[in-house]
């Protein structure tokens, strides 16, 4: 099983949908400034500890910052077995898409 990097528009196809599980691995205090809407944090760090409560969801999205961390993590749970995708520049990547669009509803925070 390979898992797959996502754009940011694919990524508006997936949130708030049933199975789908959006994780932000950034650490807390910059979680709660800005995050992505509907996403929950679950810090890089602290992501082995927390991998058997991941079973059961269809779609897994990782992102972090700029997408290099999301992507070792996305390694660490495809060997568990578990589908993961990852968001393609991380929340760089996405904040720079949204706001060319100027939908800066999809970002809390903004």
């Known amino acids: 099983m390979a898992f797959e990097t996502i754009s940011p528009n694919e990524m508006i ?5 049933n199975g789908t599980l959006i994780i932000d691995l950034r650490k807390k205090e910059v979680f709660e400034k800005e995050h992505i809407l509907g996403a929950i944090n679950i810090p890089y760090e602290a992501l082995e500890q ?10 897994i999205i990782l992102y972090c910052e700029r997408g290099n961390i ?40 903004e």
Not at 84 to 106: E, W
């Open 13 to 17: 196809g997936y949130m708030g949908k």
């Open 50 to 59: 927390k991998i058997r409560r991941l079973n059961g969801y269809k779609n």
């Open 70 to 109: 999301s992507l070792l993590a996305a390694r660490q749970l495809e060997k568990e077995g578990i589908n993961v995708k990852t968001l393609y520049g991380g929340i760089h990547g996405a904040r720079s898409k949204l706001l060319m669009d100027g939908s800066k509803n999809f970002m809390d925070g």
